[in-house]
């Protein structure tokens, strides 16, 4: 926060530290913060210079072109963040859209033309990350599929093995909209132990315990859906406007148990795949830059016209509504 205070409004407090590259560069000045890492004490000779997304750096040196029989192949930055490169693979239409990149992480928000950095998305706790044409994106990161894979994980330990297809079955059949849990909440960041933690949480919330595996992974991922929903009332707070249709792409856009959940809790029209984007936007990243593919909304087409996208449409927005006055309650929201 101390950090984040002195990079727009010039005012220092008594310290604040730097946790990573993120903190370093100006979103606003599109350059390294450099007035505030000298004032740290951190020589920003070292720093490289910062390029746009799809820019030609040059080509493959002579050695690493011997090496491996390609010639002087030309060496494209891509969007350097995987999120960055998966937005530009959402198959998306428009602006009325925001997008998740769904995997160990989830990370939701929208791109804009410039970043969005205020007061509310300070208190909401949004970030702006640099995306492909200068674009910014406004996002949050949610505590994603790592909570089922620590759960997975555990089980294995313990010799019952099964794989995420079973673990969404069981889900599934389970009763739904039991116990919530925040996906957010710093006991679950750390791997091991995953399910008793989950236990924990319960307890000490006042709620059932899960009553068996199908069970533990339904309150993961209906918490997940629930925070979703969380996040695009900030979005749509801080926009002004009406997003209707969510985007989700990466590994975890396979997960159709968890698509249908977004679906239902956002209330809004779920579009899934692909769930190579990270790939598959850098790919496209490097054909924008050696002029097969026009322009990113371009780039867009090809990506829905390449791939097959799932289409999960809202349903009981009643029952939905009241679990996400629950969720809002337990996180004292």
């Known amino acids: 926060p101390d950090l ?61 072109a011997d090496e491996c029989g390609v010639g002087a192949v030309a060496v494209v930055a891509p969007c350097c963040h995987d999120t960055a490169s998966a937005v530009v693979a959402a198959p998306a239409r428009g602006e009325d859209w925001c997008y998740i990149s769904s995997g160990t992480w989830s990370l939701m928000g929208v791109e804009l033309p410039a970043p969005l950095i205020t007061d509310r998305s300070y208190e909401y706790n949004y970030t702006n990350e640099g995306g492909v044409g200068g674009t910014a994106r406004l996002l949050r990161n949610i505590m994603g599929l790592w909570l089922v894979q620590e759960c997975r994980r555990d089980w294995e330990k313990r010799g019952e093995t099964f794989d995420y297809t079973q673990l969404t079955e069981m889900a599934r059949a389970s009763r739904p909209l039991v116990s919530l849990i925040d996906p957010n909440d710093r006991s679950f960041f750390t791997p091991g132990d995953m399910p008793a933690k989950i236990e924990a ?14 069970a533990f992974v339904r309150t993961c991922l209906e918490s997940l859906a629930l925070d979703y929903r969380m996040t695009l009332d900030g979005l749509e707070d801080m926009l002004g406007r009406k997003l209707n249709v969510i985007h989700i792409v990466g590994g975890g856009s396979r997960n159709t148990l968890l698509n249908q959940m977004a679906a239902d809790a956002c209330g809004r029209t779920v579009l899934a795949g692909p769930f190579e984007a990270t790939s598959v936007g850098n790919i496209l990243v490097q054909a924008m830059a050696m002029g097969e593919v026009r322009s990113l909304a371009d780039a867009r087409t090809i990506s829905r016209d390449s791939f097959e996208i799932q289409t999960y449409a809202p349903r009981d ?17």
């Open 317 to 333: 927005p009643a029952v939905w509504g009241k679990a996400y006055e629950r969720y809002r309650e337990m996180l004292g929201k």
């Open 4 to 64: 984040f205070h002195y990079l727009f409004t010039g005012e220092k407090t008594n310290e604040f530290s730097i946790t990573s590259t993120s903190q370093m560069y100006d979103m606003r000045g599109g350059d390294w913060a450099r007035d505030l890492l000298e004032e740290l004490g951190i020589p920003t000779r070292i720093l490289g210079r910062v390029v746009s997304s799809g820019t030609t750096v040059g080509p493959v040196t002579g050695a690493v």
């Open 201 to 214: 949480f319960c307890r000490r919330t006042a709620q059932p315990v899960p009553a068996d595996k199908g």
